[in-house]
């Protein structure tokens, strides 16, 4: 292996939004064997870089399931914007659904209502964490708020006409399943779009091109590394292109289950340090053969 490519929430970050020490350790040893290290996220750049640098790694970035591209010196090296006409389409539908919605810029990310950013938090806390307290619930909105600077506007029209504003993403959420169903269905046919999901009440849209399969594989292509000496890990179904394209495709042991069925490997769960475990053993194959 030369590269590994690592989603961040649920496998890299922790349950606590954190690389661990045991994490960032795997990751500085495969560093010093000469294996680069890359993150494949949808998070914004900022976003991902974040957790990153507290930790002390400088790492390359692809950003918003591979809209973006940069370097581990912050230079933008892939710029993969969706067509604007498809983005009044999925404004129109996800509106006429009542469904709650993200939209990543250039210029950051625009929402309409703090009020109903905050209850799609705690919705999507409350879906995973059953048990969880309301105090808890009120920091994790907190944390969103710092980890992903949200703009707030009166309506996406403006937006949307502003030729200075580059749209890489639209996020939307809804917990009704057939609701989400329905709008996937809706742009089966839609060439200019590319759905995925990151969690079990979301869906996230972007142009065909920035899938992070697609973006890994001109990153390793740059660095003159074939996708055979790849390992990408991850949990979610944005991530299923570059775990497929891969040479050693890693599961999380918390991923989605039709994730783990399309991996060779299936590794421990992001709370149990699972990326380090998958970089050791790793690391142990590389050093018997």
């Known amino acids: 292996m030369k590269l590994i490519a690592t989603d961040l929430d649920g496998t890299l970050l922790n349950e606590k939004g954190n690389v661990s020490l045991e994490n960032a350790q795997a990751i ?15 998070r914004s750049y900022d976003a991902a870089n974040k957790p990153i ?19 581990k010196e912050k230079e933008l090296i892939r710029d993969i914007p969706m067509d604007r006409s498809i983005c009044k389409k999925i404004q129109t539908v996800c509106e006429e659904e009542n469904m709650y919605f993200e939209v990543f810029t250039n210029k950051g990310i625009f929402s309409l209502s703090r009020d109903d950013f905050k209850q799609v938090i705690m919705d999507i806390m409350m879906t995973a964490h059953p048990t969880i307290s309301k105090e808890e619930i009120e920091l994790a909105v907190e944390q969103r708020f710092q980890d992903e600077e ?36 809706t ?20 142009d065909p091109q920035a899938q992070k399969g ?15 000496d790849v390992m990408a890990l991850g949990d979610n179904y944005n991530d299923l292109s570059m775990l497929t394209l891969a040479g050693r495709g890693v599961a999380m042991g918390n991923a989605e289950e039709g ?22 053993e790793m690391l142990k194959e590389v050093n018997l053969s």
């Open 28 to 42: 500085r040893k495969a560093l010093d064997m000469g294996i680069q290290v890359v993150v494949a996220t949808g």
């Open 53 to 71: 640098q507290e930790v002390g790694l400088s790492l390359p970035i692809i950003s918003l399931n591979g809209a973006n591209t940069y370097t």
């Open 187 to 206: 742009f089966t046919d839609h060439s200019s779009v590319k759905i995925t999901s990151s969690g079990s009440i979301n869906l996230e849209f972007n």
């Open 259 to 280: 994730i783990k069925q399309q991996c060779d490997f299936i590794t421990k769960e992001n709370k149990q340090n699972g990326v380090a475990y998958a970089i050791e």
């Open 150 to 185: 949200v703009q707030f506007i009166s309506n996406y029209d403006e937006l949307f006409k502003d030729k200075n504003i580059n749209i890489y993403k639209i996020l939307a959420f809804s917990l009704d399943n057939s609701t989400l169903q329905k709008v996937r269905e």
């Open 214 to 228: 697609i973006a890994l594989s001109l990153f390793a292509e740059s660095q003159n590394i074939s996708m055979q």
